[in-house]
T-cell receptor, first 117, second 115 residues
Framework: GAVVSQHPSRVICKSGTSVKIECRSLDFQATTMFWYRQFPKQSLMLMATSNEGSKATYEQGVEKDKFLINHASLTLSTLTVTSAHPEDSSFYICSASTREGGTSGYTFGSGTRLTVV | AQKVTQAQTEISVVEKEDVTLDCVYE???????LFWYKQPPSGELVFLIRRNSFDEQNEISGRYSWNFQKSTSSFNFTITASQVVDSAVYFCALSEARTGNQFYFGTGTSLTVIP
């Protein structure tokens, strides 16, 4: 089945530094990738949607200059948290959708737990 | 407005009991998809089921069963003879064809199965 590899699984960084999270579709072409954020004991909230080769679409309240998303190929999307602060500590998870979308399903990465100290 | 509502925040049951997790959704689309995911403490989302809006057949998979009722916009999930390994947070999610397959997650139900 379709597999999405997300790295790193855990990262601890100092406040003010930047962190890059990668999301790769291993055996299919992901026309669309979604990035979600989950605060402790809360639900997953969509941050942004990225289509290969175009700029990401951010949800209201998500700072596009802080959360840089690049979807340069059909198999790779990256989320960079710039100038991270402790309030950015969260669980970030990506999902990839094929062109068929709902009929063929979605695949989620295993998530990245970011801790900013 | 919340598109997916999971009214039960936390549930505790004793092992071997049956438990039903409720999910109510809201959409104006005629084509949509409903999902259930399990999230263990490690965080990854474990896919359990996908149901499209045109298929109201209930489904059973081992100890898991799902009851999809369009008339009440509900997609409830029952675990029969619960086990300690079932302890996790369970999310119900909706995807609408109109919004490009974006997921709308419910707030999750934390299930604890007590041995």
């Amino acid at each position: 089945g379709a597999v999405v590899s997300q790295h790193p699984s855990r990262v601890i960084c100092k406040s003010g530094t930047s962190v890059k999270i990668e999301c790769r579709s291993l055996d299919f072409q992901a026309t669309t990738m979604f990035w979600y954020r989950q605060f402790p004991k809360q639900s997953l909230m969509l941050m942004a949607t990225s289509n290969e080769g175009s700029k990401a679409t951010y949800e209201q309240g998500v700072e596009k200059d802080k959360f840089l998303i690049n979807h340069a190929s059909l198999t790779l999307s990256t989320l960079t948290v710039t100038s991270a602060h402790p309030e950015d500590s969260s669980f970030y998870i990506c999902s990839a959708s094929t062109r068929e979308g709902g009929t063929s399903g979605y695949t989620f990465g295993s998530g990245t737990r970011l801790t900013v100290v | 407005a919340q598109k997916v509502t999971q009214a039960q925040t936390e549930i505790s049951v004793v092992e071997k009991e049956d438990v039903t997790l409720d999910c109510v959704y809201e959409t104006r689309d005629t084509t949509y998809y409903l999902f259930w995911y399990k999230q263990p403490p490690s965080g990854e989302l474990v896919f359990l089921i996908r149901r499209n809006s045109f298929d109201e057949q209930n489904e059973i998979s081992g100890r898991y069963s799902w009851n999809f009722q369009k008339s009440t916009s509900s997609f409830n999930f029952t675990i029969t003879a619960s086990q300690v390994v079932d302890s996790a947070v369970y999310f119900c999610a909706l995807s609408e064809a109109r919004t490009g397959n974006q997921f709308y997650f419910g707030t999750g139900t934390s299930l604890t199965v007590i041995p």
